[in-house]
């Protein structure tokens, strides 16, 4: 693979070489830095367009299931987020296999492992009852239209009153990404993109500022709209495919401690961890959380805000990699400067990996330019280390 790497020009530049020391090893990594694979937002298929915080592309994953793996081979996230890599696994005929401490995650990926037709979705909302008599949350009068709450509280207590059947699980899905947004695509009123929800104070704040007040949605009609955009792309051979695959491990617990999965059964992973104290997860899907009825006391995310906490937790989930991954398995640790590119975190998660058995392979640096989304929060491109990805390529003896 480093050849390829060296010889890299599919987007119109050379690749540049050099080698990343690594003190605690006493050694150095091979390093290369281009484009690998392209920025453009729609580059990808229709059941990855699903807003969450912090989520890598899906030209990512694809890139190494692609180089290191075989159709009917195990690709693994254990820090699955919204289910990029399962999911890409899946479409690209691989086992899917993720886990993720919070709840939020399997309810996002598993019903796009398992697409309805779209016309079940029809006739599904077609039958629901939206009507609601019954109490509503009036601090989230701030975000919707009384009606919308309504009906949103009708869908809630329909969700959970039931363990969904492959239709159920899909409108929940979609109610979930369609919670808060910035476009009459979304039940709420304008506020953040739709990879977090802003708090009720803020929303208020935003309220007064652009002099705003929620206006009424059509529910139905937005869950609809959603469904027919996230199944643009899914063909007979996509749902065959999907159909056939053998069952995968999608799980809700602590990626350092997965006995569900069998020693050796995996060949590749492709992960991002949560990167010290950057992103909250658990504020971010606050308003996700009421929905589907989790409490997010409960859920205990990886917050760590010091480096050495962040390495111990990670060297842990490196002990169970190499447990679950075969041998001449692989293992893509996607990680990111931080703290204003003052730390690396390439140059620290190389000992963890190594410390379990992993030999680091190389780091690849995929330098883009911002996309729309990016700009949109007023960050320039080539500072704070945020426009580029960088994956550490550990492989198993």
Same mark, same amino acid.
């Given at each position: ?19 990343? /020391? !690594?003190?605690?090893?006493? &050694? ?46 195990? !690709? ?5 987020? &919204?289910?990029?890599?399962? %999911?890409?696994?899946? +479409? @690209? ?7 993720? !401490? ?52 009708? %869908? ?22 369609? +919670? ?7 039940? @709420? ?10 708090? !009720? ?32 792309? $899914?063909? &007979?051979?996509?749902?065959?495919? +999907? ?21 050796? /059964? ?9 990167? %010290? ?93 911002? #996309?729309? #989304?990016?700009? $949109? ?21």
């Amino acid at each position: 693979m480093k050849e390829e790497l060296r010889q890299f020009h599919a987007f119109g530049s050379a690749t540049e070489c050099s080698f990343t /020391a !690594v003190p605690e090893l006493k &050694r150095e990594v091979a390093t290369f830095t281009n484009e690998f694979w392209t920025s453009a937002q729609r580059a990808c298929h229709s059941l990855h367009e699903i807003s969450y915080r912090a989520c890598f592309k899906p030209q990512l994953p694809a890139f190494f299931i692609e180089r290191l793996t075989r159709p009917g081979e195990t !690709v693994y996230d254990p820090f699955m987020g &919204r289910g990029t890599t399962p %999911l890409e696994a899946a +479409l @690209s005929g691989r086992v899917p296999a993720g886990c993720d !401490v919070n709840p939020l995650s399997a309810l996002l990926l598993s019903p796009r492992l398992a697409p309805p037709p779209l016309h079940e979705i029809e006739e599904r909302l077609r039958s629901l009852d939206l009507g609601w008599d019954g109490a509503i949350p009036e601090e989230l009068l701030v975000f919707y239209h009384e009606e919308t709450l309504r009906g949103l509280c009708a %869908l809630r207590s329909y969700f959970n009153s039931h363990k969904p059947d492959k239709v159920d699980a899909w409108l929940r899905m979609v109610a979930l990404n369609r +919670l808060t947004g910035h476009s009459a695509g979304f039940f @709420s009123v304008y506020t953040l993109p739709p990879n977090q929800a802003v708090s !009720v104070e803020s929303q208020r704040k935003i309220n007064e500022k652009r002099r705003q007040t929620p206006p009424r949605r059509d529910v139905k009609g937005i869950l609809l709209k959603k469904s027919r955009a996230l199944l643009r792309d $899914c063909t &007979r051979e996509d749902r065959q495919r +999907l159909e056939a695959l053998p069952h995968g491990w999608i799980l809700t617990g602590s990626s350092d401690q997965t006995p569900q999965i069998p020693d050796a /059964a995996v060949s590749l992973v492709v992960t991002s961890p949560p990167f %010290l104290d950057i992103v909250d997860y658990r504020q971010d899907n606050w308003l996700r959380s009421w929905f589907a009825a989790i409490d997010p006391d409960t859920v205990s995310v990886t917050m760590e805000r010091t480096l050495s906490g962040w390495k111990k937790a990670m060297s842990a989930v490196f002990r169970e990699l190499a447990r679950v991954v075969k041998p001449g398995g692989h293992v893509a640790f996607e990680v990111g400067e931080v703290r204003h590119g003052s730390i690396r975190l390439e140059e620290h998660v190389v000992p963890c990996g190594a410390e379990a058995g992993f030999v680091p392979d190389l780091i690849l640096i995929n330098r883009q330019r911002f #996309t729309k #989304t990016a700009n $949109c929060w007023g960050i320039s491109n080539n500072t704070q280390g945020t426009n580029t990805n960088r994956i550490v390529l550990f492989h198993r003896d």
